[in-house]
Nanobody, 121 residues
């Protein structure tokens, strides 16, 4: 059974930090890129960050570059998103997703259910 389970969301003040975790199981995820997408209320889902299957290449949206760091630990079947200097416009549901390559949401094969991050001003 394929599972991607996000954790670590919550409420944080502006300027604060959170680390999201994604526990992956049920498929050969070491051959997949893993991405974090986010969706704010009334907005389309957007890619925040992605890491390739080997971990050699990472991608970041311009809006999070320099503040967010994605990493993966294949031994623990975990992917992380470290988020620093969070701002109110980072408020969104954050989704972990797996695909054969980094790209648009419709190119991802498996999805988690999401974790809510709320940043107060």
């Amino acid at each position: 059974q394929v599972q991607l389970v996000e954790s670590g969301g919550g409420l944080v003040q502006s300027g604060g930090s959170l680390t999201l975790s994604c526990a992956v199981s049920g498929f050969n995820w070491e051959y997949y890129a893993i991405a974090w997408f986010r969706q704010a209320p009334g907005m389309e889902r957007e890619a925040a960050s992605c890491i390739t299957d080997t971990g050699a290449i990472t991608y970041y949206a311009n809006s999070v570059k320099g503040r967010f760091t994605i990493s993966r630990d294949d031994a623990k079947n975990m992917v992380y998103l470290k988020m620093n200097n969070l701002q109110p416009n980072d408020t969104a549901v954050y989704y972990c997703a797996a695909g054969l390559m980094c790209g648009a949401p419709d190119g991802m094969d498996y999805w988690g259910k999401g974790a809510l991050v709320t940043v107060s001003a």
